[in-house]
């Protein structure tokens, strides 16, 4: 596909998150069409580092990326059954948020068709042709942009109606043990020993990263997040009362919360504009 009239993209993309980068990066690798990525400029409006996992079979292109992976998943019941799995020919694995978009912003520079611009978007609307995205740079400058599409993942100011609306939330520590407590080869999925809330369900989760080193987060799915205080006790009890971890250092610490509902999200808001990511229903 050859650029657009006027040295403008073919694609404008909307956020470069998880689903924007991914897009972006397919369809410059592909040569399918010219893209610019547009992401706000640093600063508290971004979301913090996350740890993004997944299992597939290949790790393709994106090697550098993974920090980690796991060949065996396990699952503990209330009680204490673990089921451990091989899921060959997949594998688990973990991407920092920071390392995706260092590889796929260094790709996009260096590929002729791609480029990222710093900042804000106002408002996406269709003209004739395709669409049209405003947007604000660092130091207050309006900025147009024109493509024939554009993909975008801006956040919903608010989910559409729904029967379900559970959140799974969660918080995490990064957690160094004294000693060795953690068997690198097996990513704990779903560890249900503890306590349960009222109103939906609980599990614990623990990726090993050495032998000393692990993500260990305590997950929610029910219908409101929980205080940060709520969070630190119940993975204070985790740790100390379900794992048996001894004596560890949190060396840092994340949180997030993403909607599990069954709503129907729009995924073609205009001739030339679509959603994608979580704004387009993908999670
Ligand atoms: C701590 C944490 C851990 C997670 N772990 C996992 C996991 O293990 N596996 C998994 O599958 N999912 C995980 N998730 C969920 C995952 O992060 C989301 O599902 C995913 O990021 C959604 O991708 P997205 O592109 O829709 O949104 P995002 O990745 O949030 O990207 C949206 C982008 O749009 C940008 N943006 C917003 N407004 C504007 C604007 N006006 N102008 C320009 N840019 C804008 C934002 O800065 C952002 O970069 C986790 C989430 C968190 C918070």
Not at 111 to 124: H, I, K, Q
Not at 135 to 142: I, L, S
Not at 252 to 264: K, L, N, W
């Amino acid at each position: 596909m050859s650029p657009a009239p006027g040295g403008a993209s073919d694609v404008v993309v909307v956020g470069g998150g998880a689903a924007g980068l991914s897009l972006a990066y397919r369809l410059v690798e592909t040569g399918a069409a010219t893209v610019t990525v547009v992401e706000q400029p640093d600063g508290p409006g971004r979301p913090a580092e996350r740890t993004w996992c997944y299992w597939d079979e290949d790790v393709g292109d994106l090697a550098e990326a993974v920090e980690a992976s796991w060949p065996l998943l396990r699952v503990h019941g209330p009680h204490g059954d673990a089921l451990t799995v091989d899921p060959a020919p997949s594998r688990y694995r973990m991407v920092r948020s920071t390392a995706f978009e260092r590889l796929v912003h260094a790709r996009l520079a260096r590929s002729p068709g791609g480029s990222l611009l710093r900042a804000t978007v106002d408002t996406v609307r269709d003209v004739p042709g395709g669409a049209e995205v405003r947007c604000t740079a660092p130091g207050g400058r309006t900025l147009t942009l024109r493509a024939r599409r554009v993909f975008d993942s801006r956040p919903l100011p608010a989910l559409p109606p729904a029967r379900t609306r559970l959140l799974q939330h969660f918080r995490g520590w990064f957690v160094r043990t004294d000693t060795g407590r953690f068997d690198p080869a097996i990513a704990d999925l779903m560890d249900f020993r503890v306590p349960q809330p009222r109103h939906g369900l609980a599990f614990g989760y623990v990726l090993p990263l050495a032998p000393d080193r692990a993500l260990v987060e305590y997950t929610e799915f029910s219908r409101a997040p929980l205080t940060t205080a709520a969070y630190e006790a119940a993975l204070g009890h985790y740790t100390r009362e379900v794992l048996g971890l001894g004596a560890f250092r949190v060396e840092s610490a994340e949180q997030g919360v993403i909607p599990m509902t069954d709503a129907r999200f729009p995924r073609r808001t205009g001739n030339a504009v679509f959603r994608i990511g979580t704004a387009g229903g993908a999670t």
